[in-house]
């Protein structure tokens, strides 16, 4: 499991609104592979504004500025990977030779690529839409650390 620690941003019955920091040097530490917060990063597309901000079920009371921790497995994080890298590179490939089998233009042919791998990205978005509704895509709180954690960011 990747671990992270969050701050509460807000809380109300039983979901929390939670924020992660991603550090300076995400983009060149060699611990980026087994991050928590490089990978909710990646989980939540953010990777320029230096947090991430998404709602989290928990199963105790907490207040503005608590300081928990939270994971995600990593069997999520492989099936997101294998979705979002190798279904469009494969549907890339597969419609080059299959197309080039069949047509002669490479005008037609270069838009029959395009066509085939746009849709594999709007299916890959039917399905990243469906597994988000799936209890293993979502981080998971695991303890509070500490009471009130005074943040400075506006």
Same mark, same amino acid.
């Given at each position: 499991m990747l671990i992270e620690t969050a701050v509460v941003a807000d809380y109300h019955n039983g979901i929390a609104k939670v924020r992660c920091e991603t550090k300076q040097g995400c983009g060149g530490c060699a611990a980026r592979a087994g991050c928590g917060a490089a990978a909710l990063s990646e989980l939540n597309g953010s990777k320029n504004d230096g947090s991430l901000l998404f709602e989290i079920a928990v199963a105790e009371p907490?207040? *503005?500025? /608590?300081?928990? +921790?939270?994971? !995600? *497995? +990593?069997? %999520?994080?492989?099936? %997101? #990977?294998?979705?979002?890298?190798?279904?469009?590179? @494969?549907?890339?490939?597969?419609? @080059? &030779? &299959?197309?080039?089998?069949?047509? /002669?233009? +490479?005008?037609? !042919?270069?838009?029959? &690529?395009? #066509?085939?791998t746009a849709l594999a990205f709007v299916g890959i978005k039917k399905i990243s839409d469906r597994l988000s509704r799936h209890a293993l895509y979502q981080p998971i709180f695991l303890r509070r650390l500490n009471r009130t954690f005074r943040h400075d960011r506006p």
């Open positions: 907490l207040r *503005q500025g /608590d300081l928990i +921790e939270i994971g !995600l *497995q +990593e069997k %999520s994080m492989l099936l %997101s #990977a294998m979705l979002l890298y190798i279904v469009p590179l @494969t549907a890339l490939l597969l419609s @080059t &030779v &299959v197309g080039s089998l069949y047509l /002669d233009n +490479e005008l037609i !042919l270069a838009l029959f &690529v395009l #066509a085939m």
